[in-house]
Structures are given as structure tokens and as C-alpha cells.
């Protein structure tokens, strides 16, 4: 074996950490923020820690890149596989697997050209969703009641707006503040979308009856965030009508798609938003001074065609004469009738009274005075009978109310007493000494003074009382 030389042995020895790390420090040192530019590759979203693992190559080599989680969520562009980036971050390597890498900290794509590649993209990937159908777009309400109006508080957008509906009709105008250009812009302008969305009746705020999602100009760079597809989602699921105001004339955004309605500028917005209120003023007098003239028109003809009508018929003289023609011929007819009546009527009775005699009403008194006697002496039988009848039962009944008379019990040795007041009394309990009681027997009544006060008088006979009073205690 040949032996190694002199120099190689002196050389000094590094550990694999030790080399690694020297390198990371050299390349971090040597590089330290730097701009790349090239293709996205290999990317498949956020890993589940939150942080991204994608490449970036050329025509000729490739770089492996991360984004970790913090500035992934403030990019205000998201990656997409194939998309030509410029990334801005710092080199360093990665110990574990000899590799080195970019952390990006910021991202931006390529140029206007690749914006545009990329915005084309996704408006075709949201348009294969039926998110700009025509049948998905809702009328605007003529006349609303309050308008909700998403932009920026402070910018001349809101002003512009709120001067154009005082000028054309003043309305109720809520305005939701949000971010209309940065890295948090499109997650602010969904969220009042949304929030509008979610007002319900009769709450603190009254729920819009249209929206305007409004900004001003600018670059495609800054109007960037309403092309996201949060805002576009947001727009195409909101049940308010949505007109979109962002940017002048010339420029187009993805919400511009999604919306109900697109106006050139946020002022043409609030055009459409309501109507011009003199011009239905002077609409609502003119269409009354029509309405006023139709109904004088009408009238008129009415009346002319009343009076052609009336001059058809016929007068009510030519209308009643026939009618009195017949009632006097029938006035005459039945006088007539009721003479002929009375003759016909008198010729019978003279008939009749030829025939008539006093002989058979004689004959029928003489026939009735016969059978008198015989009717008096059945009418004396029956009314001796009810009397009979009506004793019997008179009877009975003085029976059952002398069996239901307390005066049956004093026959048999009971007593009834009563107090001065002629109440019965139940019990001797409470009677003072000195107090006058009544006690009636079968036959009498006496008149007593109850023991322990003064000396007791003497009794005496007091006169029966005739017997219906309420029935006492029995002693």
C-alpha cells in the first residue's frame, strides 16, 4: 500500500456538520437577499405545517424554494405550478440533504405578461364553474332602500359615490371600510361581501337592498385583488344584487364577471344604483296629466254614446200608453162582470128564499125543548162526580201534609222552644241567665226565663199561635 503524502496528511480535518454548516454560513454571507427569477415546478399547495416546498428552474438548472407559513400568508400573489415568478429571499442550504435553497420572502409574477397569462387562466377555470352565467345574475331594484357600498373610507371613490346619489336620489348608504389594494385587500373585500350577506331583517344595521364594490384606477398590480378568487366567489354567492366599480372604463377584473352588474366608474355605479328623482317626478306629473285626459276623454265618450243610446228609445208616453189602454178596457169589463154578478146573485137568493119556511125551525125547538131535561140531569151525575173526585184528592193531600208537620211529633209528648224572637233554639248552651224563652206544646204554649240570673216569674199561659212558623228543636 502506498502511503499517503506529506501534504494530504496535513491537511485538516473537518466533520461532515462542520463542513456543511461552513458552507451554509458561506453561501448565507455571500448571498444574502437576492432576486430570482424562473418557473414554478413541483408545487402541490401548503404542506399540513403551513409552510410551501416548490422549485424554480430555467431552461438550464433548477433551485429548490421554500415559503414558510408567515409569509406565505401575506403573499399577494399565490403560487401556481408553471407560473413565472420573481422571488425575492435569501440563499442557505439545507444541512440534512446537501442541498441549497431559496426562502423566499416575497413573490411576484414575471412581468405583466405572465399576470395576464395567469388572470386569462383563472378566469377560464372560474368560468367552466358557471360562475359568470348569465342566468346566475340578478335585476336590480329600481328604487332601493339602503345601499351597501364596499371600498376604501378614506379615498375619493366613496365621495364620488355618496355626491352622485345626493344629486340623483338620496338614499340610506351603509359603507363597509376595507383594504382595496395590499396583502390582506381580497380577504377584506370577501369578508364585507359576506357580511352584508349575512345582515338579517330588523337588526342593528338595515341589510342592503344592492351592493357597489367600487375603487379606483390603477395598475393591474394594484387592482390585483379583485381578481382572486376569494372576491369573485364571494360576488357570484351573494343573494344582494352586486354591481362592481372597480378601476376606469378600460380595465377589467375577474368581480367585473362574477357581479350582477359592471359599471365603467364607481360614479356610473351609483347611476345605476337609483334613478334620477326629478325625472320620475316630472315622469309621475305627466303621466297624471295623461291619466287626467284619458279619463275626460272617456267620459266624454261615455256621454256621447249614452246619448246616442237614449236617443233609440222610446218615450215613456208611447212606452205607458198601450199598458193604460188595457187597464182601462179591463176597468170597464170588470164593472160590467160585477153587475152581472149582483143580478145573478140576487135572481139565486130570490130562489132560495121562495123555499124557505118557519115551519121546520119550529118543529126542530119543539124536538130540542124534549131532550133538555135529560141533558141537565147527565150534567148534574158529572159535575157531582169531579166534586167527589176533587174531595178524595183534597183528603190526601191534608193527610200527607199533616204526616210532614212537626205538630204530629208535639202530639207525641216533643216540645219546640223559642227564643224572644220567635227562633228556635238548639241548645241551651250559650242562654244567658234571665232570658225569656217560649216553649209550645201539643195543646199550648208556655212562657219561661231561663235560671241563675233574677228569680224566675211566674209561668203563664201564653195564646196558641197558629201552627206554620219554622219547625225548632224537639224536647
Not at 376595507?178 to 359576506?194: D, K, L, N, Y
Not at 236617443?311 to 200608453?321: E, M, S, T
Request: charged share 25%; net charge positive; with cysteine.
Amino acid at each position: 500500500m502506498t502511503p499517503p503524502d506529506t501534504a494530504a496528511n496535513n491537511a485538516h480535518e473537518f466533520s461532515v456538520s462542520e463542513i456543511s454548516f461552513a458552507l451554509k454560513r458561506t453561501v448565507e454571507e455571500t448571498f444574502g437577499h437576492v432576486r430570482v427569477r424562473g418557473e414554478i415546478t413541483g408545487y402541490r399547495g401548503p404542506h399540513s405545517s403551513g409552510h410551501c416546498y416548490f422549485g424554480l428552474k430555467d431552461d438550464k438548472a433548477r433551485i429548490d424554494a421554500v415559503i414558510w407559513r408567515g409569509a406565505f400568508q401575506k403573499l399577494r400573489f399565490k403560487p401556481e405550478e408553471g407560473m413565472e415568478v420573481i422571488a425575492t429571499g435569501k440563499l442557505t442550504t439545507f444541512p440534512g440533504s446537501s442541498k441549497y435553497q431559496i426562502v423566499i420572502e416575497h413573490l411576484e409574477p414575471a412581468g405583466v405578461g405572465a399576470l395576464m397569462a395567469l388572470l386569462e387562466e383563472r378566469r377560464k377555470k372560474l368560468a367552466a364553474e358557471g360562475l359568470f352565467a348569465e342566468e346566475r345574475k340578478r335585476p336590480l331594484p329600481f328604487l332601493p332602500r339602503v345601499i351597501g357600498v364596499v371600498t376604501s373610507p378614506t379615498g375619493a371613490v366613496i365621495r364620488d359615490i355618496l355626491h352622485r346619489l345626493e344629486d340623483r336620489f338620496p338614499r340610506h348608504v351603509i359603507v363597509w371600510p376595507v383594504r382595496v389594494q395590499g396583502e390582506t385587500s381580497a380577504a377584506e373585500v370577501a369578508a364585507a361581501i359576506r357580511g352584508f350577506n349575512a345582515m338579517g331583517e330588523g337588526g342593528v344595521f338595515p341589510r342592503p337592498d344592492v351592493l357597489i364594490v367600487a375603487r379606483g384606477g390603477g395598475s393591474i398590480e394594484d387592482l390585483w385583488s379583485f381578481n382572486e378568487e376569494i372576491v369573485v366567489r364571494a360576488a357570484a354567492e351573494s343573494t344582494i344584487p352586486l354591481i362592481s366599480a372597480v378601476g376606469h372604463e378600460t380595465d377589467t377584473t375577474l368581480i367585473d364577471f362574477a357581479s350582477d352588474r359592471r359599471a365603467p366608474t364607481p360614479t356610473a355605479a351609483a347611476e345605476m344604483a337609483v334613478p334620477v328623482r326629478a325625472e320620475l317626478m316630472a315622469d309621475m306629473r305627466d303621466r297624471t296629466t295623461r291619466l287626467m285626459r284619458a279619463e275626460a276623454r272617456l267620459l266624454e265618450a261615455a256621454r256621447t254614446q249614452l246619448r246616442g243610446l237614449a236617443r233609440g228609445l222610446p218615450r215613456l208616453q208611447d212606452i205607458v200608453a198601450l199598458p193604460r189602454q188595457r187597464f182601462d178596457n179591463a176597468a170597464e169589463r170588470l164593472s160590467r162582470a160585477l153587475i152581472r154578478a149582483t143580478e145573478v146573485k140576487q135572481a139565486q137568493l130570490q130562489r132560495v128564499e121562495a123555499r124557505l119556511s118557519p115551519q121546520p125551525l119550529r118543529l126542530r125547538i119543539a124536538t130540542e125543548k124534549k131532550a133538555l131535561p135529560q141533558w141537565m140531569e147527565r150534567l148534574g151525575r158529572a159535575e157531582r162526580r169531579a166534586l167527589s173526585d176533587a174531595g178524595r184528592r183534597l183528603d190526601g193531600a191534608a193527610k200527607l201534609l199533616e204526616s210532614y208537620s212537626y205538630h204530629g211529633v208535639l202530639k207525641r209528648g216533643f216540645a219546640v222552644v223559642r227564643d224572644a224572637s220567635g227562633k228556635p233554639v238548639h241548645a241551651g248552651t250559650g242562654q244567658k241567665p234571665g232570658a225569656v224563652l217560649e216553649i209550645e206544646f201539643a195543646s199550648d204554649r208556655l212562657g219561661v226565663v231561663v235560671a241563675g240570673g233574677s228569680p224566675a216569674p211566674s209561668p203563664k199561659k201564653v195564646p196558641e199561635k197558629k201552627s206554620g212558623g219554622a219547625q225548632g228543636t224537639l224536647l
